[in-house]
């Protein structure tokens, strides 16, 4: 046998699982070599096609699961194993939810070296028809003679041919092969790379990205299509500052209540807000009562968006402060405040990597502190925030690593003990781990 055919190592092979990784793919060891294959669950001997090698690990795909766990259930969605929405559909939502909790508490111990003295109950809601925000890729295929429609496969460079979602909220997954079919119709479909789509409460709104500017007849069956559908149709022909109404011409209003109250936030339809809507108001109020605010408590809010939690935060304290990188997420949650009659929440934008100390906001001082900062996390700004006076601080994270490093940082650093965390299933049967710190002094 050559050296060659002596170092080549088969396409397919079996392999114990032994563990489930970050990113829901099961970990098996073959050759003291760690080998991360998808679809597959801890406990199963699976047969496996290797589809890519590292010096340090191999990736594979599953083939046929030989023994299969206890937790393994059959996949809802017929795109499973090719559609990289949503990877863990075939393991049982409980022990998915034990599966984000672990992560969490590794991450706590690998990379925080810390522990919660008490670990929350995780925090679900309904599993099914929750995403009410996405992008959607769309993609002219030539050889197929076909546009596709739908997320991302497992391999990036393909989108995945989606005739049905059921992740997405009911209304937006019916239209998906329809949505096909209208791009398919249209002069400039090799020029539309993007679909953004978006459910307020009471309306609906896609936004088309179009690399061209589109011809009259385009429009025109953009706007019937919307029309047909009862979608607000946006055109996005450049950055997301470019994004305006196409039909109806005025836009419609979209906006979402934050609790059982009259409290409801607008929102334009590329700003950011939490995809899963009953799982956001179960989050907002598990949160504030975390803080557990007095009346006269002055409460900070970082990365606050568009005020979903400083409004309802400001219902219960006398004044509540909102700061956001984003100035037009700020100046829409100045007007959610005006809208509401909310008097004493005040906005403000600012870099939150650098130092705030300087600025007016700030210098009153707050009693508690609440922050939902994007996945690089908080480090910056809890490193030159000024914390002596805040007893409380709750952490809304959406990666547990980073919230781990900076739980490191307020424990060892600044006096805090991380009283208490737990997981919030914001988005079911993927692997994100969305989760919930509180820090107290």
Known sequence: MSRRNRNRQPTETEVEIVDLSHDGRGVARREGKAM????????????????????????????????????RVVPRCPHFGVCSGCVLQHLDGARQIEAK???????????????????????TAESWGYRRKGR????????????????????????ADLVECHTVVPEIAAIIPALSALVESLEAKREIPQIEFVAGDAARALTVRHLVPLSDADRAALAAFGQAQDFAI??????????????????????????????RLAFKPLDFIQVNARLNRAMIAHALDLLDPRPDDRVLDLFCGLGNF??????????????????????????????????????HAADLTQDLRGEPWARG???????????????????????????????????PGSLARDAGFLVRERGYRLVAAGVMDMFPHTAHVESIALFER
């Open 310 to 347: 400083t409004l309802p935060l400001a219902r219960r304290v006398t004044q509540v402060v909102g700061v956001e990188g984003d100035p037009a997420l700020v100046r829409h949650a100045r007007e959610n405040a005006a809208a509401n009659g909310v008097a004493n929440a005040e906005f």
């Open 36 to 71: 991360f294959v998808s679809g597959a669950l801890p406990g199963e001997r699976v047969r496996v096609r290797q589809t890519g090698r590292n010096r340090h690990f191999d990736e594979g795909v599953t083939l046929e699961v030989l023994s299969a766990a206890p937790e």
């Open 136 to 159: 959607f890729s769309v993609r002219w295929v030539e050889k197929k003679g076909k546009v596709l429609v739908g997320f991302r496969e497992l391999d990036p460079r393909f989108v």
């Open 101 to 123: 909790q672990r992560t969490l508490l590794e991450n706590f111990e690998r990379i925080g070296h810390v522990r919660p003295e008490r670990v929350l109950p995780a925090l």
């Open 365 to 399: 001082g707050f009693d508690t502190l609440l922050l939902d900062p994007p996945r690089s996390g908080a480090e910056a700004v809890l490193e030159r925030l000024p914390l002596k006076d805040i007893g409380r601080i709750v952490y809304v994270s959406c990666h």
């Open 234 to 263: 946006y055109l996005q022909p450049k950055g997301p500052d470019s994004v305006l109404p196409l039909w109806p011409e005025q836009g419609v209003h979209l906006d979402f209540g934050v609790d059982d109250s009259d409290l």
